[in-house]
């Protein structure tokens, strides 16, 4: 991962979020800049799997003409060999290692997060996976599953291996998304690893990338839902470190018109209104919290069914031309992805065609 180091400013990587960071959304955001590097959503690895068709069509059309790095979930060690070895068919820059998904499915099977209970395994793994890479092979994880207090062994244990980039979330698989993040330990990493160490874990708007950088001293940051919340986030970094002043600042409307991107590039004629009111939901329940007294926006759109409503909701809250500040001050959503708070998607008798509501937005 060296070689995509930029000198004078952190690497800037879009973290993998199942069902968020599709080929759809890696679409939008690179229209807005986009990250440096891309991490695919994660192919689950087990006896009989065979590489998710959806994940590598991302791969094969990768919008941002960008570094990908495909990420593996999974234990099961000629199973994960032998999707390394498909994986590097396709144009990718290497491979990742999921050592931090907190769900419990996930753990109970000593996947993810869960391997972290057995680091003679993980050992095993990394040997034998890294043996199956000839391009870079990196691995993500937390620090730790019960306790922060496991990171200095674990971190004893990645060095032990030629891995070309750790990236540290800055949680146990216990804290799942409590809002603590041990910058210390990312720290603690970035000083006694051989290989570049990407910070992860909170970084949702410019002054927090800094604070992150320079607590941590990590080449790089991941970043997951500050991105789905702020699209210009990636640029705006860049222009901070780039130029000092950060010029880019959306307004209101401009988020309005980054959710109809959102809308517009995951339209599926096959979808249902309701099923595309779900989708949306996945990205809105990131991107809508803060905004509005008491989170006003995100109060609004919870309950709604169709499309024609939720982009009424929008239209009430997003028109006004006051600047859109991101991430600043607000406490990022907890994930909904791993079941803190499920978006809700019910039946609806309603179906509209979803043309006639909307103006293309076009980019
Ligand atoms: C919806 C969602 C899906 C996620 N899916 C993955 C995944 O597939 N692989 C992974 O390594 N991490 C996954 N994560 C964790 C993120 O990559 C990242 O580590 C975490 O969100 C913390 O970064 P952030 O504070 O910048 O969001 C997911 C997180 C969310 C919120």
């Not at 144009?91 to 996947?111: F, M, Q, S, Y």
């Not at 909170?202 to 320079?214: F, I, K, P």
């Given at each position: 991962?060296?070689?995509?180091?930029?000198?004078?400013?952190?690497?800037?990587?879009?973290?993998?979020?199942?069902?968020?960071?599709?080929?759809?959304?890696?679409?939008?955001?690179?229209?807005?800049?986009?990250?440096?590097?891309?991490?695919?959503?994660?192919?689950?690895?087990?006896?009989?799997?065979?590489?998710?068709?959806?994940?590598?069509?991302?791969?094969?059309e990768?919008p941002g003409?960008?570094?990908?790095?495909?990420?593996?979930?999974?234990?099961?060690?000629?199973?994960l060999?032998?999707?390394?070895?498909?994986?590097?068919?396709?144009?990718?820059?290497?491979?990742d290692?999921?050592?931090?998904?907190?769900?419990?499915?996930?753990?109970?099977?000593?996947?993810?997060?869960?391997?972290?209970?057995?680091?003679?395994?993980?050992?095993?793994i990394?040997?034998?996976?890294?043996?199956a890479?000839?391009?870079?092979?990196?691995?993500?994880?937390?620090?730790?599953f019960?306790?922060?207090?496991?990171?200095?062994?674990?971190?004893?244990?990645?060095r032990?291996?030629?891995i070309?980039?750790?990236?540290?979330?800055?949680?146990?698989?216990?804290?799942?998304?409590?809002?603590?993040?041990?910058?210390?330990?990312?720290?603690?990493?970035?000083r006694?690893?051989?290989?570049?160490?990407?910070?992860?874990?909170?970084?949702?708007?410019?002054?927090?990338?800094?604070?992150?950088?320079?607590?941590?001293?990590?080449?790089?940051?991941?970043?997951?839902?500050?991105?789905?919340r702020?699209?210009?986030?990636?640029t705006?970094?860049?222009?901070?470190?780039?130029?000092g002043?950060v010029?880019?600042?959306?307004?209101?409307?401009?988020?309005?018109?980054?959710?109809?991107?959102?809308?517009?590039?995951?339209?599926?004629?096959?979808?249902?209104?309701i099923?595309h009111?779900?989708?949306?939901?996945?990205?809105?329940?990131y991107?809508?919290?803060?905004?509005?007294?008491e989170?006003?926006?995100?109060?609004?759109?919870?309950?709604?069914?169709?499309?024609?409503?939720?982009f009424a909701?929008?239209?009430?809250?997003?028109?006004?031309?006051?600047?859109?500040?991101?991430?600043?001050?607000?406490?990022l959503?907890?994930?909904?992805?791993?079941?803190?708070?499920?978006?809700?998607?019910?039946?609806?008798?309603e179906?509209?065609?979803?043309?006639?509501?909307?103006?293309?937005?076009?980019?």
């Amino acid at each position: 991962m060296r070689d995509f180091l930029p000198e004078d400013r952190p690497l800037l990587i879009l973290a993998p979020m199942q069902d968020i960071t599709d080929l759809a959304f890696w679409r939008v955001l690179a229209r807005y800049g986009g990250p440096d590097v891309y991490y695919t959503e994660y192919f689950r690895v087990h006896g009989d799997s065979r590489p998710e068709k959806y994940i590598l069509r991302s791969i094969e059309e990768n919008p941002g003409d960008k570094p990908i790095i495909a990420q593996m979930i999974g234990q099961d060690i000629p199973a994960l060999q032998r999707t390394a070895q498909a994986l590097q068919r396709h144009k990718i820059a290497g491979i990742d290692l999921n050592l931090g998904c907190p769900a419990p499915i996930v753990c109970r099977k000593e996947a993810g997060g869960g391997l972290l209970r057995n680091p003679e395994k993980i050992d095993t793994i990394l040997r034998e996976v890294r043996a199956a890479v000839h391009l870079q092979f990196t691995v993500k994880t937390r620090i730790g599953f019960d306790s922060p207090e496991e990171f200095p062994n674990l971190l004893d244990l990645f060095r032990r291996h030629p891995i070309d980039a750790l990236t540290v979330h800055g949680r146990t698989v216990r804290e799942m998304y409590k809002p603590v993040v041990h910058y210390d330990a990312i720290e603690r990493a970035a000083r006694l690893m051989a290989c570049p160490v990407f910070a992860n874990g909170d970084v949702r708007c410019v002054d927090s990338a800094r604070r992150v950088v320079t607590e941590t001293n990590a080449r790089g940051l991941m970043i997951g839902r500050g991105a789905i919340r702020n699209p210009w986030l990636f640029t705006q970094i860049r222009e901070a470190y780039e130029t000092g002043e950060v010029r880019t600042q959306p307004r209101l409307p401009d988020l309005r018109l980054y959710i109809e991107e959102l809308y517009q590039e995951t339209r599926d004629p096959h979808l249902r209104d309701i099923a595309h009111v779900g989708k949306m939901k996945k990205y809105l329940g990131y991107i809508a919290p803060g905004i509005g007294p008491e989170d006003a926006f995100w109060k609004e759109l919870r309950p709604v069914l169709n499309l024609r409503d939720l982009f009424a909701v929008c239209d009430r809250h997003l028109a006004a031309p006051e600047f859109f500040t991101g991430g600043n001050g607000n406490p990022l959503p907890s994930d909904l992805f791993h079941g803190r708070e499920k978006v809700r998607v019910l039946p609806s008798a309603e179906t509209l065609p979803s043309a006639k509501i909307l103006p293309s937005a076009g980019p």
